[in-house]
């Protein structure tokens, strides 16, 4: 199994941040979210965890500019012969308070998929909101967003916190504490689907 990574939006280089928009607040301490940072950090970490286990993946965007979603969903689908799902890592913004995992619309392998992400996460974060739609039988929100759409393999975007939340920002999002926990659970949900693929 192939794992395809990518961190949404731009990252930082010379000390600029390369996506408008996608930062939090500055906070009375004077830190602040980058959201592209983050997603980087916790894509790059999570590959290290897969390199360690010996299993295959892909970075998606590995440059820290921001790349078009139409790139990035060319990028995945050179791979879409191969046994891969595609994972597109984000933090959430517009009010509101902890996970959310979203598929294209319909029932597909991916909402399966998803199912781990969840579970995964009330496990890690039992005191944390799962943003869950449950009107389908499981866990995830469908929706069409580009890159889950266009990509020609099972696909899931996490949403994780909320980075104009101040509690969950500075305390969660900003902290290798929290950082670490977010990579545990996803790492935690890939290998029990795969698991769940070998076992069947």
């Known amino acids: 199994m192939l794992i395809l990574l990518d961190a949404g939006h731009g990252g930082i280089i010379n000390g600029e941040y390369q996506t408008a928009g996608k930062r939090s607040p500055i906070w009375d301490d004077g830190s602040q979210l980058f959201e592209g940072e983050f997603n980087r950090w916790i894509v790059n970490s999570l590959a290290e965890r897969l390199s360690l286990r010996s299993m295959p993946y892909v970075l998606i965007c590995p440059e820290q500019r921001d790349i078009t979603l139409a790139t990035r969903v060319k990028r995945a689908n050179k791979y879409a012969s191969q046994n891969c799902i595609y994972l597109s890592i984000h933090s959430n913004a517009g009010g509101g308070s902890g996970f959310e995992v979203f598929t294209s619309e319909g029932t ?13 996460f009330m496990n890690e974060f039992p005191d944390s909101p799962l943003r869950a739609d449950l009107r389908d039988g499981d866990y995830d929100k469908d929706k069409n967003f580009y890159v889950v759409r266009h990509t020609k393999m099972p696909a899931l975007l996490t949403e994780n916190f909320f980075m104009d939340n101040e509690f969950e920002c500075r305390n969660i999002l900003l902290t290798p504490w929290g950082r670490t926990k977010i990579v545990d659970f996803h790492e935690r949900a890939i290998v029990r689907y795969i698991q769940s693929i070998e076992n069947s």
């Open 108 to 120: 597909t392998e991916s909402d399966r998929i998803a199912n781990f992400f969840a579970e995964e």
